[in-house]
């Protein structure tokens, strides 16, 4: 499959997800594209940091940098309010790291 993308720094949203994992394992084969992985818990569902961990360790395998947040939004929380929560996130660890843009 080939990704058209420009050269540059991306911070990739990975939930843990078979869609986001295969997205992780596109993007980091791209030559031109630096990938920080990052990962937002919403504290939804309480073995959630199963899915943190499972992230962490593929960025680890990979030598990709993580980074990762958790809220508490507890099991009742909307879909509006995870997605709130999750851009939230994305956006300051794009502007923490610099990058071009968010891949999701």
Do not use: C, W
Not at 27 to 55: K, M, N, T, Y
Not at 83 to 95: D, N, S
């Amino acid at each position: 499959m080939k990704i058209d993308i420009k050269p540059g720094n991306y911070v990739v949203a990975v939930s843990g997800g078979v869609d986001s994992m295969v997205l992780l394992d596109l993007l980091r084969l791209h030559p031109h594209a630096q990938v920080i992985v990052a990962h937002f818990d919403h504290g939804i569902r309480p073995d959630s940091h199963l899915d943190r961990e499972f992230v962490q360790h593929k960025a680890q395998i990979y030598h990709l940098p993580f980074v990762y947040d958790r809220a508490e939004l507890g099991p009742g929380a909307s879909e509006a309010k995870a997605r709130e929560a999750r851009y939230a996130f994305l956006h300051k660890a794009r502007a923490a790291a610099a990058a071009d843009a968010v891949v999701t």
